[in-house]
């Protein structure tokens, strides 16, 4: 909206710059969602973008960190993680129950040949960006 103001650190370029051509556009792209959802929550004021254990990270004052991140342990597939100790993914699969594939209660993956759901992804994003304001809603404030 109006105010929106991303503040991203420099150092989280070199992480982008540094993924492997076959999925740096599935990061970016993964990235963009973010992006985008926070500047359509009205509730974000600021996205700070930084790194947190080397993996791209996006912070809000309202809200639960969300990293997201490709290994070369598992080439095949990349991932968008969230603080295992909030109810967030579990509230996912309650919501969106086989639209994605889920790591226990810390991640969102994704295989490289899949099609990501974006508007289903989005939600559960802006869950994430504003989670300390919609985390006693039974659904996190998730719209079907």
């Known amino acids: ?34 992006i985008e959802t926070a500047e359509e929550t009205a509730e974000v004021l600021v996205l700070e973008e930084t790194l947190k254990w080397g993996e791209p990270s996006f912070v809000t004052k309202s809200g639960s960190t969300l990293r997201m991140d490709w290994k070369e342990k598992t080439p095949e597939q990349y991932a968008m993680y969230f603080q295992c100790t909030s109810r967030l993914v579990d ?23 899949q099609d990501i759901p974006a508007l289903e992804l989005k939600e559960c994003i802006k869950a994430a960006l504003i989670y300390h304001k919609v985390k006693d809603l039974i659904t996190l404030g998730i719209r079907l």
């Open 91 to 113: 509230t996912f699969r309650l919501v969106f129950d086989r639209t994605f594939q889920y790591e226990g209660k810390r991640a969102i993956v994704f295989q490289l040949n």
């Open 1 to 34: 909206m109006g105010n929106f103001k991303l503040k991203t650190d420099p150092k989280v370029e070199a992480v982008y710059a540094n993924y492997p051509d076959f999925v740096r556009d599935k990061m970016q792209y993964l990235r963009q969602l973010v």
